[in-house]
């Protein structure tokens, strides 16, 4: 049973079996994929109940959070808490991303040069050039070629940046208790990140087809599969996180004084699109 709430008191939960579940999606997802990369018998049937396991956790839990928050039972202090936690969780995928941009910066400044003009370098790696884009001293000069900045990359900056000014719509329609601005500013918000996320499959079969520029490619395949990877996997984590706040506006959830779900939801959309642009100028433009 949880506390009794009112207006002064912080809403204490009463025990839940979702930490639990939580930890056990976490473990058979461990397992799973330690035993999948050992080819080990049961390893794909472990793998995949974890994420099964993952998946109504999630959704169990986000339920059972919606419901006390639609039955009133947060008060101006639990918000608050919210709004702190979710503002430590994108600091943490700031720094995350950071770490990546951090690597491919000192590939491309430092370590890469470094490598070209060592003396007596023309012994070990003959034909190297510390330039950029490069796979490394072990990869010839024409083994890949590099992802353009103009065509797809820049159609999905686009879309992304537009996709930022929707779901402001939406919000704006929130704020105003204009439900038909916020659903069709989320249907449009949807629909941007789910063209965004089809051309990155596109260009991801490109580039294994045509340019043969791989995961293995050295140092700059890494890097770009990496980055554009993860930011790619942020954006169907976004996407998803979008459906859920549709469906929630859809049934009559959030109103304009108390609506952290969709808060939260657009500021970490806004993240995934400043990354985005980082992502183009860095990797795609340099």
Do not use: C
Not at 14 to 36: D, K, R, Y
Not at 203 to 219: P, R, V
Not at 245 to 256: D, E
């Amino acid at each position: 049973m949880s506390t009794q709430h009112n207006a002064d008191n912080y809403y204490l939960p009463g025990l839940s079996h979702w930490p639990v579940t939580a930890s056990a999606a976490v473990g058979l997802l461990g397992f799973g994929a330690a035993m999948t990369v050992n080819h080990m018998a049961g390893g794909n049937f472990i793998l995949l109940l974890g994420f099964i396991v993952l998946f109504v956790m999630f959704a169990g839990w986000f339920n059972t959070v919606a419901h006390e928050s639609e039955g009133g039972l947060y008060n101006k202090q639990v918000g608050m808490s919210f709004r702190w936690g979710m503002s430590w969780f994108i600091f943490s995928e700031v720094m995350f991303f950071a770490a990546f941009f951090g690597a491919l910066g000192y590939m491309r400044l430092y370590s890469v040069p470094d490598l070209g003009s060592l003396e007596h370098q023309a012994l070990l790696w003959p034909g190297f050039k510390g330039g950029w884009p490069v796979a490394g001293p072990h990869f010839k000069p024409g083994d890949f070629t590099p992802m353009g900045a103009w065509g797809i990359p820049a159609i999905n900056t686009a879309l992304l940046l537009t996709s930022g000014v929707t779901i402001t719509i939406a919000h704006w329609g929130l704020l105003k208790n204009n439900r038909a601005q916020l659903i069709w500013g989320l249907v449009a918000t949807i629909a941007l990140g789910m063209i965004f996320l089809g051309f990155q499959i596109y260009e991801y079969a490109h580039a294994y087809s045509e340019l043969n520029l791989k995961l293995t490619s050295g140092a700059y395949g890494s890097t770009f599969f990496m980055l554009t990877g993860f930011h790619g996997f942020h954006v169907t984590v976004g996407t998803i996180m979008l459906w859920v706040i549709l469906f929630r506006s859809v049934a009559g959830h959030f109103t304009p004084e108390n609506h952290f779900g969709f808060e939260g939801v657009a500021w970490y959309w806004h993240f995934v699109d400043v990354v985005w642009v980082l992502l183009f100028v860095l990797v795609y433009m340099l």
